[in-house]
């Protein structure tokens, strides 16, 4: 099969409609290792396709045996839209390349993919989402040979780039950036919404390249609206153009008339309105987009009036609220498919720049308050998106609210008359796509661009030492993911009733508590900080200060982006803005705030027409008819002991008024969880223990049940596995899973270093890594004891189970102890990649970056503190001359590699690895 066959059919497959000229041209360019800098098309051809064309490209080589492109696609989008287009194209493709028959074009595709994974019956691209409902599956860190896609936002993306990953750990944050950094083609849709995350990736892929690291980052811009013409940028041709579909598309009828404001802000919202009512009668479909949700509140609520249907989509919305307008059939009707029937009634959406990007939106006709060109430009993109009619256009200028703005309005001005400069179409202007491109060089109407901050080698050091802790001249990289003069950073607000139970719970138990039940995207609503702020005083205000001895205040749970969650007062939690940028309040359903539509509202009390606390719901699709407790993926049970009863209560929380038991005589929480039907199987490891009486005994406990993370725990835990693996077995596992990846990756290196040599440093690292465990006191933490009746004797690397026994080897790390031991043996000694070898040894869990504690030094018998120190000096030293030498990103994917094969082996990857590696024994993976 020729190239252009495989990729018609494939594309087919995949996207289940032919591809268009320029698709194929982009194909042509990727298979044989060109990447533009930049995808300059209209809206409405289906940018979101370079995914598809990547993964047919990639499969292509891989066919032919010479894959260069980059395994992972990260797809950037800084929007939180109310579906993720990105998510659901990426997960239709896996799909169809998983279904495909025999003899289809999408077998040759599966086949090609799945040569290049580490296990070849695993699925053949891995899915993430840095965002949303899909909270970080950890599917994209699993195989680092495996093609992957990981969409996110820029906050999510950009902070694992610079070593400080929000939501994190400090040991993990070098993991993310070696696989984000390197092997990546970074795609940034929408790119003039994020100019200064797209400087900031653009002079990091320079970077890289200039210091040869191994595999450099590398970045497509996608926009309609590109403020420059920088590097090489892929646009249409005049053969392109011709192409039915892509000329119907790029000439699409869009008439757009104006009328300057009239009266106050009210009024130009009452205008409106009237040019929306006008298509009452019509059966058609009207998008109604405002720069304020407060506007598109009062809009909506105004043509609502006459019973029309109508819809509202704002950032500010609960992911619950943003979910049932995905799934209603209004909004299914505002998507831009081939063919659809006109509404049985006009259907309105309103909307703010949530609805502008990143959805596939196809309204009949508009109306909208003037803003900005570029998001005009966004716009018009919603509105007779495949050319199939005639749309109208209608632009109110309403006033804005607030401080005088010079700028702004000039900006805005700037627009009206770029517009008005538009060729002259029946009784307005023409503003189809082909028109709107003499429109690119009107960069004096597009929105002001944030100055941004250089990022300079200190800045990069200090980031990349990330076992220091509250390091000066570390600062937080928000301004450099968004420029000085962004807009505010978010808040987000959630509701969960166990947090009116906390009392006076450790530290510890508040953070396990968010580790095994995180906060989903479904509980959540967000909005600029200072405005998010102003409504949650409104809420502390009415509930009450501390020190009002006649009120009872409200606690409230912090977790921020980056740290670990703080339980306490509500109006304390307020007073220091820092930790609040990106972080989620949680609040207890007591504290109201929440209206019918899923927003923040300072005023709102609870009510039980509200759902406050929406953790544990299950799908729509999830089979209700049963008793939803034992069936319930993610479940809170509270067990609390009730002194005059003299028994326990088990009642599930989230759910209003169930009671699973009542007065169960029992002698411990235990014995009452197993008189509870379908629950008795919840393990003692799932309870946090948030009061005791006074002889220490447990009163109140929180029981948890979640989804399993297999690869979670085998990265958080250095014992936990699986099952239980001797230390020798499971170097060997280790050791042939990352021969098995350095295989399938082919050459890690290129240019004057020797890939080979690397290559063998990853695998000789990986079998020698865990020989510090071989300590007595370690093993008896794991439960190992040499007075533990095992005969004979044989020491573990992991014990099958989570966390340590009795702690007795306090904070020795055996990271440290396989370090001091490596550096003896005679093949790394000699070895020509010695440096890389022990680093990759002293890192695998994250510390080496750069140093290790004094209490976490080797506890080996005949090791002098004299000797611990030597090595402690030179391994902060190797680390130094290793990020020299591979760069920053180079060597954080090295150490990735290595840890990717300890992760894998610990959770015993599926697949035969053994065939991929051709060297793995039999029996090395349990």
Known sequence: M????????????????????????LFAELHTGRIPDALDLPTGLGKTSVMAIWLLAL????????????????????????????TDTAERMRKAVLSAAPD??????????????????????????????????????ADPARPGIVVGTVDMIGSRLLFSGYGVSRGMRPFHAGLIGHDTLLVLDEAHLSPAFGALVGALATRQAEWREPRPLRLIELSATRRSAAGRV???????????????????EKILTFESAIGDHRAALAAIVAHARRHHADRKRVVVYLRAPADVQLVAEMLGEDGNEVAILTGTIRGRERDALAESPLFEGFKSVEKRDPPPRTQYLVATSAGEVGIDLDADHMVCDLTTLDSMIQRLGRVNRRGRGAA????????????????????????RAALTSLPRRGDGYDASPDALRALADRTDAFAAVPRTVPVTDILLDAWALTRVRDLPGR??????LHGIEAEQPALHVAWREEVSLLGDAAPRAVRALYEKHPILARERLQGPLRAVLGELSKIAKRAGNPQEEDRVPLTAVLIPASGDPIHGYLTDLLDDESPLAEGTLVLPPAAGGLDRLGMLDGAAKMSPAVAYDVADEEPASADSGRDPAPRRT?????????????????RSLGVAGVVLADGIEALSWRDALDEVPGIAHLAQKDALVLSRDGEGEPTTVLVLRGASRSLEVAQDDPAAAAGERTLDDHAADVSAVAEAIVARLGPLIHGDLDSQAIAEAIVLAARHHDLGKNRPAWQADIGNSLRGG????????????????????????????????????????????????????????????PHFNPDQWDIADGVDEEENAAVAAEAMRRSARLQRRFGYWGLAWLESLMRAADYAASRAVPGDVAGASGTMAEESVA
């Open 2 to 25: 020729t190239d252009g066959l495989f990729f018609d059919s494939g594309f087919e497959a995949l996207t289940g409609h032919s591809p268009m000229p320029w698709q194929r041209r």
């Open 59 to 86: 499969a292509a080589q891989a066919a032919a045996g010479r894959p260069s492109l980059p395994r992972r696609l990260v797809y950037v989008v800084d929007r939180r839209t109310v579906v993720d287009q990105a």
């Open 104 to 141: 289809a074009a999408t077998r040759l595709v599966r086949d090609a993919l799945r040569s290049l994974c580490v296990a070849p019956d695993e699925t053949p691209l891995a899915i993430s989402t840095l965002r949303g409902e899909h909270a970080d599956n950890r599917e994209w860190q």
């Open 234 to 252: 892929f646009r249409l041709t005049d053969e392109d153009r011709a192409e039915p579909e892509v000329r119907a598309r790029t000439t699409a």
């Open 392 to 415: 109208t256009v209608h632009v109110v200028e309403v006033p804005r609210k607030g401080k005088d703005d010079t700028e702004a309005d000039a900006r805005l001005a700037a627009t």
């Open 475 to 480: 600062p937080p990289v928000a301004r450099w």
């Open 634 to 650: 993610r479940l809170r049970l509270i067990v609390r002991l009730d002194d005059e009863q003299g028994g326990w209560s088990v």
């Open 790 to 849: 095992r005969t004979p004797w044989v020491p573990l690397a992991k014990s099958g189970r989570r966390g340590f026994a009795s702690r007795r080897s306090g904070a020795y790390r055996h990271e440290f102890g396989s370090l001091r031991e490596a550096a003896g043996i005679a093949a790394i000694a000699s070895h020509p990649e010695r440096d890389l070898i022990l680093h990759l040894i002293a890192a695998h869990h994250g510390w080496a970056r």
